[in-house]
């Protein structure tokens, strides 16, 4: 157990370090905040309606919830797809404990590229936009909020991740992920939705991350235009909870499953279908 | 010929010393079988090749022995354990060299090579110390110069040789190599012959690889299986495989300018009957018994045709 976390912690480091020494992967890191910071940037001037407080300020919050959520959903998925794909589990599976080393890799490295993606984010958002603040008790929210959000989102993008075959079918995954973005109050505000849009929100942990990163950089006067106007953290931790012990509970045996089937033909067979469809 | 039959007494190992040891392996998918009852074993430090033509299952036997893949039927022990519930003790004792296609692009070699061999540490023994050195692993597989470059950047034949560290970074007491070689340049492909010769006589790795460049197996292997249509067709050395299929030899000679071939099944008689009738015209005289290639096809061919 103890050298499974050693050489899962030393793997996730290794990658973690790689992804800031790759073009490709600092272009990903730096696009998306320098496109987020840029749009609330020009929103800086629009109001929360009702109220003098930033638009921007209000919206930039719950991106960072989805973002948590993208993560540990998105990136867990695709990299086990295409990681099984192109051999990398093949080789973990040959070596004595390597499966467990390398899930625990995957959970370091993209719990450390989330958090990278977020201060990239965060640190300029503090200060091009008015009215972000965070006090002691927001901070002692972060404390429990974001590891509740990994261990609530990897688990279920580790299953996700288990049952595609093929990365090309990826986009399967992305477009229920973007519709639940749409009604969890990201961008537009889940009070606005008809009623049975917000419960169906509020049953997917997006919902709930956003709010809960809301409550951590927003003033407790905004609470005002949530759903009962109230930032609901037992209700937040609650519902991710559920969704942790789902995950958690689901996911050994899906990658199980997975990892069975894992054998040198079955990579080279997906290596020549690859390849077919790449030529075409 | 029926050569299967006498496979059971043939050559045989002692249970003590069997490093992998297979009786009546089964394997059906649907209604085909791909494995119809395959025997075989194999003892400490020697080179097994695994020979037959596509389709013949021997991916699939490898596959099974490597623990990867689960059988229909069959007794299989592999270094003791069956392979299909083995844990990780027994996986930190074997070596399988895969390969690779785009995995771990972004990593340095060096760095790949020691981060894999931390899983072995923990089952270092006495008597094999796990896992391989990182420097003296680079310098056995010939990696030295390439030890800091990422491995996306590394030409084919640089990759099957970092696949091959890869697979021996544990120290193994049995490595499996399927096609080890596809791909390789003349020259990759005779500092690998080596690198397998050192593993064999120095640390005593038994080997089971599979090839189709036949005189590779020759000159590796101790020992060579023919798989064909899921039956194992014949198991023996290349010598003993060649005197089984009673193949004829080639002799070529020249007399007064001519050139002269014939094929005999006793060449030594052949040659005697030459000189006698000849003696001091014969010249360029060149005697070439079945090489391992030609008993192959031969063996394939009686097997398919029997089939049929």
């Known amino acids: ?280 | 010929m029926t050569l299967t039959g006498e496979l059971d007494t043939g050559t045989e190992v002692p249970a003590g010393e069997r490093v992998i040891d297979v009786r009546d392996l089964r394997m059906r998918y649907g209604t085909t079988d791909v494995l119809a009852g395959v025997s075989f074993t194999a003892r400490r430090g020697e080179v097994l090749a695994l020979l037959g033509p596509n389709g013949a299952g021997k991916t699939t036997t490898i596959e099974i022995l490597e623990g990867f893949r689960m059988r229909s039927a069959g007794e299989v022990r592999v270094l003791g354990a069956d392979p299909a519930s083995a844990g990780e003790h027994w996986r930190a004792r074997v070596g399988v060299v895969l390969q690779s296609w785009r995995d771990h692009g972004k990593w340095r070699v060096r760095e790949l090579l020691k981060h894999l061999g931390t899983y072995y540490a923990a089952y270092s023994t006495p008597e094999i110390s796990r896992p391989w050195p990182v420097d003296d692993l680079l310098d056995a597989v010939g990696l030295t110069a390439h030890a800091g470059q990422r491995v996306m950047r590394l030409s084919g034949g640089q990759r099957r040789r970092l696949d091959v560290a890869i697979g021996i970074v544990g120290r193994p007491e049995l490595l499996f190599l399927d096609e080890p070689t596809t791909g390789f340049d003349p020259a990759a492909r005779r500092e690998f012959h080596d690198l397998v010769h050192r593993l064999t006589d120095v640390d005593d790795t038994t080997i089971l690889l599979t090839t189709h460049d036949l005189d590779e197996a020759e000159k590796l292997a101790d020992r060579i299986v023919i798989l064909a249509g899921g039956r194992i067709i014949a198991d023996g050395s290349a010598d003993e495989l060649s005197r089984q299929v009673a193949g004829q030899t080639e002799i070529r000679w020249t007399r007064d300018g001519q050139r002269f071939i014939h094929s005999a099944a006793d060449a030594t008689a052949f040659v005697r009957q030459l000189f006698l009738q000849y003696g001091e015209d014969i010249g360029d005289l060149e005697v070439r018994r079945d090489n391992l290639e030609d008993t192959y096809m031969k063996l394939v061919f009686d097997a398919e045709g029997g089939a049929r």
Do not use: C
């Not at chain 1, 937040?236 to 942790?244: N, Q, R, S």
């Open chain 1, 1 to 280: 157990m103890m050298t499974v976390l050693r050489t899962g912690f030393a793997r996730g480091g290794i990658e973690l370090r790689q992804t800031l020494t790759t073009f490709a992967d600092l272009w990903t890191y730096l696009f998306p905040a320098a496109i987020l910071i840029g749009t609330v940037f020009f929103m800086r001037d629009a109001h929360v309606p009702g109220t003098s407080f930033s638009l921007g300020a209000s919206t930039l919050p719950g991106v960072f919830g989805m973002g948590l959520a993208f993560g540990g959903l998105v990136t867990v998925a695709q990299l086990l797809v295409v990681e099984r794909e192109d051999g990398t589990l093949l080789r973990a599976k040959a070596a004595p404990n390597g499966m467990g080393g390398y899930l625990v890799g995957k959970a370091v490295v993209v719990g450390g590229m989330t958090a990278i993606s977020l201060a990239l984010q965060l640190v300029p958002g503090l200060f091009l936009v008015d009215g972000l603040h965070v006090s002691l008790s927001g901070w002692l929210n972060l404390l429990w909020l974001v590891p509740l959000a990994f261990v609530a989102t990897m688990p279920i993008g580790a299953v996700i991740g288990s049952t595609f075959e093929n990365p090309r079918n990826l986009g399967l995954v992305m477009l229920p992920v973007f519709g639940l973005v749409a009604i969890s109050g990201i961008f537009y505000p889940i009070t606005g939705m008809p009623g049975w849009l917000q419960a169906v929100g509020q049953v997917f942990p997006i919902y709930w991350l956003g709010l809960g990163m809301r409550s951590v950089f927003l003033p407790d006067s905004l609470a005002v235009v949530e759903l009962t106007h109230s930032w609901r953290h037992l209700e937040t931790f609650g519902v991710l909870a559920v969704w942790a012990v789902l995950g958690l509970s689901l996911a050994p045996w899906f990658l199980r499953q997975m990892a069975r089937r894992e054998s040198g033909s079955a990579v080279a067979a997906r290596r020549e279908r690859a390849m077919a469809t790449v030529g075409r």
